[in-house]
């Protein structure tokens, strides 16, 4: 079965410091990938998503994500934090199998602080 | 503007009483999801409807139900049967291309 795995439930970075969060898949062919943004109390927001072409993509409030399928990956990067960058950041891939097809699986999120 | 409506955002619950939370959406998106959301467990699928007058059980249906009339509204009862209610449910719809419009949320709180 499809699957995600977020290695990291909390990661503290300094503000003006780079950040990348790490997000591993399991599926066989090109996945349908995507990042996605939680303030507390909040729903989700899509910050970018890999369907296809280059593997590296641009997402909104400066964040990016690179596609890697040697290694099963699709770590979201950006280069300098914001203290308002602090949220839940949740990976997801796209369901492809049967009934579920158009469905997203989530991984588990990896929380985020921001020292000062 | 176009959205996803959840409501309440707040709700409390007594023993044994069944709740239904509210999703209303006005983006003309086939598919509606209901996930449930507790610390450190991620986003679980409870049911989702790809069609009107149909829906699906997700990978935690057990103690709630849903109904599907019409394509803006996809609301979910919390039954007495779901023994541990309490968390936060987020409502969801897409078009079908895996782009997902997420509501704000609904806090149910058993009391």
């Known amino acids: 079965a499809q699957s995600v795995t977020q290695p990291d439930i909390h990661i503290t970075v300094s503000e003006g410091a780079s950040l990348e969060l790490r997000c591993n898949y399991s599926?066989?062919?090109?996945?349908?990938l995507f990042w996605y943004v939680q303030s507390p109390g909040q729903g989700l927001q899509l910050l970018l998503k890999y369907f296809s072409g280059d593997t590296l993509v641009q997402g909104i409030k400066g964040f990016e994500a690179e596609f890697k399928r040697s290694q099963s990956s699709f770590n979201l990067r950006k280069p300098s934090v914001h203290w308002s960058d602090a949220a839940e950041y949740f990976c997801a891939v796209g369901a492809i199998y049967g009934g579920s097809q158009g469905n997203l699986i989530f991984g588990k999120g990896t929380k985020l602080s921001v020292k000062p | 503007d176009g959205g996803i409506t959840q409501s309440p955002k707040y709700l409390f619950r007594k023993e044994g009483q069944n709740v239904t939370l509210s999703c209303e959406q006005n983006l003309n998106h086939d598919a509606m999801y209901w996930y449930r959301q507790d610390p450190g467990q991620g986003l679980r699928l409870i049911y989702y409807s790809q069609i009107v007058n149909d829906f699906q059980k997700g990978d935690i249906a057990e103690g709630y139900s849903v109904s599907r009339e019409k394509k803006e509204s996809f609301p979910l009862t919390v039954t007495s049967a779901q023994k541990n209610p309490t968390a936060f449910y987020l409502c969801?719809?897409?078009?079908?291309?895996?782009?997902?419009?997420f509501g704000s949320g609904t806090r149910l709180t058993v009391v």
């Open positions: 599926y066989g062919a090109t996945p349908y």
């Open positions: 969801a719809s897409t078009t079908g291309d895996y782009g997902y419009t």
